[in-house]
């Protein structure tokens, strides 16, 4: 079921860069489910974690332009020990393939990458390593 113009059009992104980088593992959304996903196996995340807006226009209500910026973690999670060095080969290709993309939402707004980050470091999480990324968008708005 179709969410938010913004979080679907990267959801697009992250399948159409999986399937560039011939990544197979899952992705899950734990954003639209109260169920803790299964750690049993490999899996990518996306959160979102909001921005800022501003008008960029005036004087015409409803039909300004709002220019945002924010962020996006694309967190790898995968089971201690063996995983561990595909997930970092699997983040590493990720990494790339967001890295200056140009993409749209459902209602024809650009969407830009502007940075990538390195991988954190990782962190252990419920018994998974999780490596993450952060996605630097802008996008306009209009409204």
């Known amino acids: 079921m179709p969410g938010d113009p913004l979080r679907d059009a990267f959801r697009t992104l992250l399948a159409t860069v999986k399937t560039e980088k011939s990544i197979a593992w899952a992705t899950k959304d734990t954003l639209n489910t109260a169920e803790n996903p299964d750690a049993s196996g490999p899996y990518l995340e996306l959160a979102f974690d909001g921005g800022t807006e501003e008008q960029g226009t005036f004087g015409a209500p409803g039909s300004n332009l709002h220019d945002e910026e924010g962020q996006v973690r ?9 995983e561990q060095a595909q997930g970092e080969v699997y983040a590493w290709a990720l990494r790339n393939g967001f890295r200056a993309r140009k993409f749209q939402t459902s209602e024809g707004r650009d969407v830009y990458i502007d940075a990538v980050t390195p991988m954190g470091g990782g962190e252990t999480m419920g ?17």
Not at 74 to 82: A, F
Not at 131 to 143: D, K, P, Q, V
Request: charged share 10%; glycine share 12%; proline share 4%.
């Open 127 to 143: 018994g998974m390593w999780v490596e993450t990324i952060a996605l630097s968008y802008r996008t306009t708005n209009l409204g």
């Open 74 to 82: 694309l967190n790898i999670y995968m089971p201690m020990g063996s």
